[in-house]
Each structure stands twice: as C-alpha cells, then as structure tokens.
Nanobody, 114 residues
Framework: QAQLVESGGGLVQPGGSLRLSCAAS????????ASWYRQAPGKERELVAA???????NYADSVAGRFTISRDNAVNTVYLQMNSLKPEDTAVYFC????????WGQGTQVTVSS
C-alpha cells in the first residue's frame, strides 16, 4: 500500500531552522520525482521545491537560497531543510511523489512566530 508520511514540522522563531522529512512506502522510490508544496490559510497550495529522480532541483523564488530539497533513495525519504525561516513561511507543508500519477502526504504544520 502506497503511503507518504511527513514529519518534522513545528513552531520555530523567525530566523530559525527546521528539517522536514517525507518517508515513502509502497513505491519504487528512486523512479519518482519528489516535491514539497505548502498551503497557508486562505491561499492556494504552491510549489516550494522539487527534485527529479535524477537529482535535479528547482525552487520557488521565495525560498531559493534558504531551503534545500534532497533525497535518500536508500531509505525512501525526501527532505526539506528550511533555514532563515520567516513568518510568511507559515503553512501546512505537503510532499508529493510524481511519475504517471501524483501521490500526496497528509501534511505537516510549520509555524514561524516569535
């Protein structure tokens, strides 16, 4: 049974860091592109960062230079390292695996506040 489980969210002060993880099961993980999205209250879900099966990455302008997406195919996990967090980064963060179809995790809350 295919499943994605995000973890690592929480409350952090502005300027702080968090590392999100998304553990996949039931997939041939290495064949999938992976990405992180976020959705703030009252806003549409937006792409934050993506990594291809070959390791190529791209980032939203709003997070470039602060966030890093990576993957470890040995443990079927994609990560999002978030540094220099800002209040506007507050959102529910979702991971997605993509190949022919898209698979979504349940989301993890990130709150940046003093």
């Amino acid at each position: 049974q295919a499943q994605l489980v995000e973890s690592g969210g929480g409350l952090v002060q502005p300027g702080g860091s968090l590392r999100l993880s998304c553990a996949a099961s039931g997939f041939i993980f290495s064949r999938y592109g992976a990405s992180w999205y976020r959705q703030a209250p009252g806003k549409e879900r937006e792409l934050v960062a993506a990594i291809s099966s070959g390791g190529n990455t791209n980032y939203a302008d709003s997070v470039a230079g602060r966030f890093t997406i990576s993957r470890d195919n040995a443990v079927n996990t994609v990560y999002l390292q978030m540094n220099s967090l800002k209040p506007e980064d507050t959102a529910v963060y979702f991971c997605k695996l993509s190949r022919i179809y898209d698979f979504w995790g349940q989301g993890t809350q990130v709150t940046v506040s003093s």
